[in-house]
C-alpha cells in the first residue's frame, strides 16, 4: 500500500508511520527531557508525549498511536499535528518512505576531545579538591590580611602599554580557561559543546553551548554548570598560595598579584543572572523553569504593555496585548518567573545606565586621546602607548559590534531557538 505522505511530507494520514532519529529522554519532575544530541534541540514533554514518541518510535502508525493514547489515558490526542512538530524540531527521519531533509549539525569544538579522555572531569573528588585549595587560600588570608590585592597591584608596570597588553592577554587566557572548563566537563557528560564568541548586553563575552546537558543527571549538570567558576576559583586559590611564599616588592609578587586580580574580577559578573551568566543556568535547573530568561522577558514586556495601557484612559482593553503569559506555566515555574522579570529589567537598566553615563565616555575619552598622541612629534614611548590602547580597546569593541552582527543575523535565520529548552505537547 502507498504512504501518500511519502509524496507529500506535509501531510500526515492516520495510516502514516514515522522513522524518528535516536533520541535521548529523561524524567524531571512531572515532565520528560527529550532530545537528539546531534543537533542539540531538547524539548520539555508531558507524559502524554514522552509516550507518544515512544509509541511511534515503534513504528505504530498516527491512527494507532492516536488510539493506544486514549484507551491509556481517556483523552484525544491529535497526533498528526504533533508529528509535524516533531519533524520541525528535526526528530523525523523519515515519513513514510520518504526522508525528512535537515541542516547541517553545529560542528562541536575540539572534536578530538572524547568524553573518555575527560572523565575525571566529574569524579567526585574533584570538588573536594577545589573546596581544600580554597580552604587554604582564606586561612592564609585571614592569617596574612596584607596579601590581599588592591586595584593598584593591577598597574604592576610604569608602561601603561605594557599594564594594558599583558592584562588582555591575562584575562582572555583566563577567559578561554574559564570555557574550556564548561566544555570539558559537558564532554565528559557526552555532550559535545560548541565555544564562541558572543554579545551580553555591552559585555563581550565567550561563551559554551552545551545543549544537551539537560538529559545529564543533577549532578552532573550543576557541575557543567559551575565548572567555569571553579576553575577560577582555585587558579585565585593557587595565586594566593604563591603570593604567601614570594617577597613583597619583588616583580614576581606584583605579577602574582596582579594576575589574581584577573581571575576574581570576572566573578561578580557571575552574579549578573539577568545576562544568563553560569549563576543563571544553576538557578534555572534549580527552579524547575525551562526557559527562565525567555519567559521572564515575556511577562516583564506583558507588565509594562499593561502599564502603557493603564496611563491611556478609554483605551481598548486588547492595547495590553495578549494575556498574562506566565500563566501556562506551572506554579512553581510562575513564581520564578515573575521574580526573575523584575531582576531582568532592573539589571538590564542599571547596567545600560552604566554604559552611557561611564563606559562609553571612557572609551570615547581614551581613544580620543590615543588618537591625539600619534605623531612623530610625541616621541616612541607615546605613540607605542596610543597604539597598543587602539589595538586594544578598538578591537574589542569592533569585535562586539562584528558578534553582535552576527547573533542577529543567526536570530534572524531561525537559529536563535537551537539547544532552547521549550515545551511541546501531542
Not at 225 to 240: C, F, K, M, P, R
Not at 393 to 405: A, E, F, R, S, Y
Amino acid at each position: 500500500m502507498t504512504d501518500t505522505a511519502a509524496e507529500d511530507p506535509s501531510r500526515i494520514d492516520p495510516s502514516t508511520r514515522v522513522q524518528l532519529h535516536d533520541l535521548a529522554v529523561r524524567r524531571d519532575r512531572d515532565e520528560w527531557i527529550v532530545g537528539r544530541m546531534a543537533t542539540r534541540t531538547f524539548v520539555a514533554l508531558p507524559a502524554a508525549g514522552a509516550r507518544a514518541v515512544e509509541l511511534l518510535g515503534r513504528g505504530m502508525s498516527v491512527a494507532r498511536t492516536e488510539e493506544e493514547l486514549r484507551t491509556e489515558t481517556g483523552e484525544e490526542f491529535a497526533i498528526a499535528d504533533f508529528v509535524r512538530d516533531l519533524t520541525a524540531l528535526g526528530f523525523v527521519a523519515r515519513i513514510g518512505d520518504r526522508p525528512v531533509p535537515e541542516p547541517e549539525p553545529p560542528p562541536a569544538s575540539l572534536p578530538w576531545l572524547r568524553p573518555r579522555h575527560v572523565r575525571f572531569a566529574l569524579h567526585p573528588a574533584l570538588p573536594v579538591l577545589v573546596a581544600v585549595l580554597l580552604t587554604a587560600a582564606v586561612v592564609t588570608l585571614v592569617r596574612r590580611p596584607g596579601l590581599i590585592p588592591g586595584y593598584r597591584d593591577l598597574l604592576w608596570s610604569p608602561h601603561g602599554s605594557l599594564v594594558l597588553l599583558s592584562g588582555t592577554a591575562a584575562g582572555w587566557t583566563l577567559l578561554l580557561a574559564h570555557e574550556l572548563a564548561h566544555l570539558v566537563t559537558a564532554r565528559a557528560a557526552g555532550v559535545p559543546g560548541r565555544m564562541r564568541l558572543g554579545t551580553r548586553l555591552q559585555f563581550l563575552v565567550m561563551q559554551t553551548d552545551i545543549s544537551g546537558i539537560e538529559l545529564a543527571p543533577r549532578r552532573h549538570r550543576l557541575t557543567a554548570y559551575l565548572a567555569g567558576i571553579a576553575l577560577n576559583l582555585s587558579v585565585a586559590s593557587a595565586l594566593v598560595l604563591v603570593l604567601a611564599v614570594t617577597d613583597t616588592g619583588t616583580t614576581a609578587h606584583r605579577l602574582t598579584a596582579a594576575a589574581l586580580l584577573l581571575a576574581l574580577l570576572p566573578l561578580p559578573f557571575q552574579l549578573m543572572v539577568f545576562t544568563r551568566t553560569d549563576v543563571y543556568f544553576v538557578l534555572q535547573d534549580l527552579t524547575g523553569c525551562r526557559d527562565l530568561y525567555g519567559d521572564g522577558l515575556a511577562y516583564a514586556r506583558y507588565r509594562f504593555r499593561r502599564a502603557v495601557a493603564a496611563l491611556r484612559p478609554g483605551a481598548p482593553a486588547k492595547a495590553a496585548g495578549a494575556g498574562d503569559p506566565s500563566t501556562r506555566l506551572p506554579p512553581h515555574e510562575r513564581r520564578a518567573v515573575r521574580l526573575y522579570s523584575a531582576v531582568l529589567v532592573t539589571g538590564t537598566a542599571a547596567c545600560l545606565t552604566f554604559m552611557a553615563a561611564v563606559t562609553l565616555p571612557l572609551d570615547i575619552a581614551l581613544l580620543v586621546r590615543a588618537v591625539r598622541g600619534l605623531g612623530p612629534e610625541h616621541g616612541a614611548a607615546r605613540n607605542a602607548d596610543s597604539v597598543a590602547v587602539l589595538v586594544t580597546l578598538g578591537g574589542v569593541n569592533v569585535l562586539w559590534l562584528v558578534t553582535k552582527w552576527r547573533d542577529r543575523r543567526s536570530r534572524r535565520a531561525g537559529g536563535s531557538d537551537r539547544g532552547r529548552l521549550r515545551r511541546d505537547a501531542p
